[in-house]
């Protein structure tokens, strides 16, 4: 029998996902090692705390706090700390000395992730990341491999659990935002600090890397438009399950094209003018398939021009769900080590400019209170046409007060998010709109 050999595996972190990653690695290591071709030794752990208590036991001698020794003899270092610094500094240290990098830190490579590819490239080492966008599920490696000779033309999907919790607890059990949220953060669901998940940051990065693998383009956190949960109330979740939608926190990365590439034209002939990219709460069809999607789960489904609509589903977060997308990119570094030759590098050929949201088009419900007197859809009406916002379906609710306010639901066709706002700034001027309660766009095809 031929002696296998032996790759030594620096791990970077020992918490939630961390730990695990060790745990898989000590207990499997015979498994890990039959499918990677090599026997992976767990050189060292670092951490801030050698004492610590973790939620696995891990043999003492492997922790340590000296970064630069364990980094250096390593052949595969996991990053699994989170934050940017110290974390870049060491991923850069890694692959100068030629290490393969796997990571789960969404937020590093949604701010650095071009300055790591690019020195990757300079040694020929590879920066894997499966971890970083939804958890367990396999979505980088399908994006990058299995979908990379088709033309993604659009990926949208609920890629953060803690707000999907709230979100779907408000739904099925009608729960306020505050309840919702105190129960989430009892279950630990939330990062710590929670204005990451409920303002659509730790989206707003996954949709970044998304879109960076779908379109073949450098996109970073400050190119995704976002808006957080912070707007949606329990009525506008009541008033979304009365019409027939859920309202879920998506991630929309899209290909734009333009009419001289309209759709009855046939297949798109280049690699389409520009992408959109944005994160923010939306009505759903409750015959979606990502209506169905609950509590911290994540989907996310993937629209490509030959292989047509593509779903994926699991969980988004999680030590251990997370650790079987970490392990999976380490046998595969693995495996290129003892192959040999460079590893793939990202793919940025396609370069596309990024849209500005208020030249992005989508459908509308507009919510406003109204006096309930003659005349006044008509104004209402008119003040849509007049800036090119074509009505769809108008809704007018019973009485709501006193002072006799109706309340109109008015749905739009699709309408370019600069003539949105400019409508909304108009009704809001109205002398007969009480307020506008609530715009929220419509996503996904019922
Ligand atoms: P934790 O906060 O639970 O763990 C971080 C670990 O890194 C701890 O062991 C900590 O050491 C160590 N660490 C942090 N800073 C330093 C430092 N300066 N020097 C030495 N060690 C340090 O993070 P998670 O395990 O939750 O997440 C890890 C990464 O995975 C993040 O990038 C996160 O975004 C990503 N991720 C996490 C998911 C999850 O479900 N948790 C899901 C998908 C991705 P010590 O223990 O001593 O404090
Ligand atoms: N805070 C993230 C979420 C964790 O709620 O989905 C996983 O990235």
Redesign the pocket.
């Known amino acids: 029998m031929t002696q296998q050999r032996t790759l030594r595996v620096a791990l970077?972190?020992?918490?939630?996902?961390?730990?695990?990653v060790a745990r898989l690695l000590l207990e499997h290591s015979d498994e890990l090692a039959d499918r990677s071709g090599a026997r992976l030794e767990l050189a060292g752990?670092?951490?801030?705390?050698?004492e610590?208590q973790?939620d696995v036991e891990l043999p003492a001698e492997l922790?340590t706090?000296q970064?630069d020794e364990l980094i250096a003899g390593a052949d595969i270092v996991i990053?699994?700390?989170?934050?940017m610094?110290?974390?870049r500094t060491h991923i850069l240290a890694a692959l100068q000395s030629g290490a393969d990098v796997v990571?789960?830190?969404?937020?590093?490579l949604a701010t650095h992730g071009p300055e790591l590819y690019e020195a990757a490239d300079q040694v020929g080492a590879t920066v894997s990341y499966e971890?970083?966008?939804?958890?367990?599920i396999p979505i980088v490696r399908p994006l990058r491999d299995s979908l990379a000779g088709d033309r993604i033309m659009r990926i949208f999907g609920i890629v953060n659990?803690s707000t999907n919790y709230i979100l779907d607890r408000m739904d099925r059990d009608g729960l306020s935002a505050e309840e919702a949220q105190q129960i989430a953060t009892d279950l630990g669901y939330l990062?710590?600090d929670p204005t990451l998940d409920l303002e659509g940051f730790?989206a707003a990065q996954k949709a970044a890397i998304l879109a960076s693998l779908a379109f073949h383009t450098p996109v970073s956190i400050d190119d995704v438009y976002r808006e957080g949960i912070g707007s949606v109330t329990a009525d506008m979740i009541a008033d979304a399950h009365r019409a027939g939608y859920v309202i879920k926190l998506l991630a929309v990365c899209e290909r734009m094209i333009t009419s001289s590439k309209a759709p009855d034209a046939g297949a798109v002939t280049a690699d389409g003018d520009a992408i959109s990219v944005r994160v923010y709460p939306a009505l759903i069809s409750r015959e979606h398939p990502l209506a169905s999607v609950h509590g911290g789960n994540n989907a996310v489904f993937v629209e490509s021009e030959a292989a047509g609509p593509l779903m994926f589903y699991g969980a988004?977060?999680?030590?251990i769900?997370?650790a079987s997308?970490?392990l999976g990119d380490v046998v595969s570094a693995a495996r290129r080590h003892i192959a040999g030759g460079v590893g793939v590098g990202e793919s940025t050929r396609a370069n596309l400019p990024i849209t500005p949201i208020g030249q992005v088009t989508t459908r509308y419900h507009i919510t406003i209170e109204v006096a309930d007197q003659p005349g006044v859809l008509a104004t209402v009406a008119g003040i849509l046409s007049e800036r090119g916002v074509s009505v769809a379906t108008v809704e007018q609710k019973a009485v709501v007060d006193a002072e006799g306010t109706a309340r109109l639901v008015i749905g739009t066709h699709s309408a370019r998010e600069d003539a949105l706002q400019a409508t909304v700034q108009a009704l809001e001027a109205l002398d007969v709109v009480e307020q506008v309660s609530s715009v929220l766009r419509v996503e996904g095809a019922a």
């Open positions: 970077l972190g020992a918490g939630s996902v961390g730990s695990q752990i670092l951490v801030r705390d050698l610590a973790r922790l706090t970064a990053e699994l700390m989170g934050g610094e110290p974390a990571t789960g830190n969404k937020a590093l971890a970083a966008v939804a958890g367990a659990g990062e710590a730790d988004g977060a999680g030590g769900q997370t997308a970490v």
